[in-house]
């Protein structure tokens, strides 16, 4: 806990530990019932991730919401432990977030391929477009080629979705295709 703490912080004996525990308990589940009735976020990601105790023979599925509103500002919508990224999963907590008052279906959502999270989606906001994560793109195309490759691959991707205006991705989308065929 000194990582949190500080180096410097004071008797962090097993009873005050249990006490701050004790405590981050209580913040936790008043943010996991807050009323969202007034949150709109024009898109949200989403992802699992998989989280392994030493002590464990499996690891644990963290499915995460993050959102950002027309604002402009990103926000944790909601996390929970799931099974895998089943929809069943995805579906309880997209049904939790819209039992406390979210009830704006975002425009768009990002995701990973995940099926599980598109399925539960499309009940839960059926208007939503979906998109899939270019992180997660990029990752699955250079686990395909040498390695020798990656480095000017991802430099190429990268002018893609990076570009200002679809006129130019589309240009960078063929540079890429007469390179790498």
């Not at 996991?32 to 949200?44: E, F, G, N, P």
């Not at 992180?135 to 990656?150: E, F």
């Not at 991707?157 to 989308?173: D, F, K």
């Amino acid at each position: 806990l000194s990582a949190l703490l500080g180096k410097d912080a004071p008797n962090l004996s097993p009873s005050v530990i249990a006490g701050l525990k004790a405590d981050w308990q209580v913040e936790y589940e008043r943010w996991q019932r807050r009323d969202l009735s007034a949150r709109r976020y024009v898109y949200i990601w989403a992802d699992g991730v998989y989280l392994q105790d030493r002590m464990e023979d499996h690891s644990e599925c963290m499915l995460v919401l993050i959102g950002n509103t027309p604002e402009g500002k990103k926000e944790l919508i909601g996390f929970q432990v799931g099974v895998r990224e089943s929809a069943q999963s995805w579906r309880e907590l997209l049904i939790d977030l819209r039992q406390r008052g979210l009830r704006i279906a975002p425009q768009l959502a990002i995701g990973d391929g995940a099926l599980g999270f598109w399925k539960a989606l499309d009940e839960a906001f059926p208007g939503t477009r979906h998109q899939r994560c270019w992180c997660h793109k990029v990752s699955n195309v250079l686990d395909k080629v040498a390695k020798s490759v990656q480095g000017p691959m991802k430099n190429d991707l990268r002018n893609i979705y990076l570009a200002p205006h679809r006129a130019e991705a589309e240009t960078a989308i063929d540079v890429f295709v007469e390179k790498y065929h």
